[in-house]
């Protein structure tokens, strides 16, 4: 099976408005390849404070639509499959620019899933990196730093999934089930009631679970994983 570990580094976090600058990949344990775009928007001001990459320093670059990295991508996609943390969000960056995703692994769904006590307090993948002891070599907020760190993460987390079915295949598709479906959360890891779980929160005071429900579907419906907990613990 071809894993075609990706990141991509984007002029914000809104989607539907904001689109790549920085890909990098992987297949594999292969060459790692990293490049810059101009994108058909503007760097938000947020972005260019954590990443420090301005629209001056990409106005000289190609665009990705039409670029070679572009028809790499799109014939590795078809057999291969996409892994990336948040995938759902680089799916989403892909896909605005013409390509289509048909198989992939969210190594920050794995992760929740197998933290099956809730005892990790983050889930971003500068924090496994150091949760979990990874001595590796990779800056934050660059695709190809992230890409490295990445396919660590991965590695570990494959070990554990390796550990419960009886080959390597079978471990692959059973990331790529935990990928495809919400995560049902048991424990708040933010709020008021942090480090509570769940169904004890429900007995004590029900309506802060709508109440939250009701916010995240107003101001944050992408935020599925929560969603689907709340509406859950909720009967909805």
């Known amino acids: 099976m071809n894993l075609i570990f990706l990141d991509t580094e984007t002029t914000g976090n809104e ?3 904001d689109r790549l600058y920085q890909v990098c990949y992987k297949v594999g344990d292969g060459e ?3 490049e810059y775009f101009k994108p058909p928007v503007s ?3 947020k972005s260019m404070s954590i990443t420090h990459v301005t629209d001056k320093m990409l106005v000289d670059k190609p665009p990705f639509e039409g670029s070679q990295m572009q028809e790499d991508l799109a014939k590795l996609f078809i057999d291969g499959i996409l892994v990336a943390h948040n995938a759902k969000f680089d799916i989403a960056m892909l896909e605005a620019e013409g390509l289509k995703v048909p198989k992939s692994i969210c190594t920050l769904r794995v992760a929740r899933f197998l933290d099956t006590n809730a005892v990790i307090p983050e889930y971003g993948l500068q924090f496994l990196r150091y949760y979990l002891g990874l001595e590796i070599e990779g800056n934050a907020h660059d695709a190809e730093g992230d890409v490295n760190v990445l396919y660590a993460v991965f590695n570990r987390l494959f070990a554990k999934i390796r550990e419960t ?3 390597d295949e079978e471990a692959i598709n059973k990331m790529i089930e935990i990928s495809a479906n ?3 959360f048991t424990k708040f890891n933010f709020g008021k009631y942090k480090d509570r779980k769940l169904e ?3 007995i004590i005071d029900r309506g802060y679970l709508e109440w939250l429900l009701r916010t995240k579907l107003q101001d944050n419906p992408d935020d599925e994983d929560w969603i689907y907990t ?3 613990y909720l009967k909805v």
């Open 182 to 184: 919400p995560t049902l």
């Open 165 to 167: 079915v009886e080959s």
């Open 32 to 34: 790692t390849k990293t």
């Open 200 to 202: 004890e929160v429900l």
């Open 43 to 45: 760097m938000t001001v």
């Open 15 to 17: 989607l539907g408005r």
């Open 230 to 232: 709340l509406k859950f």
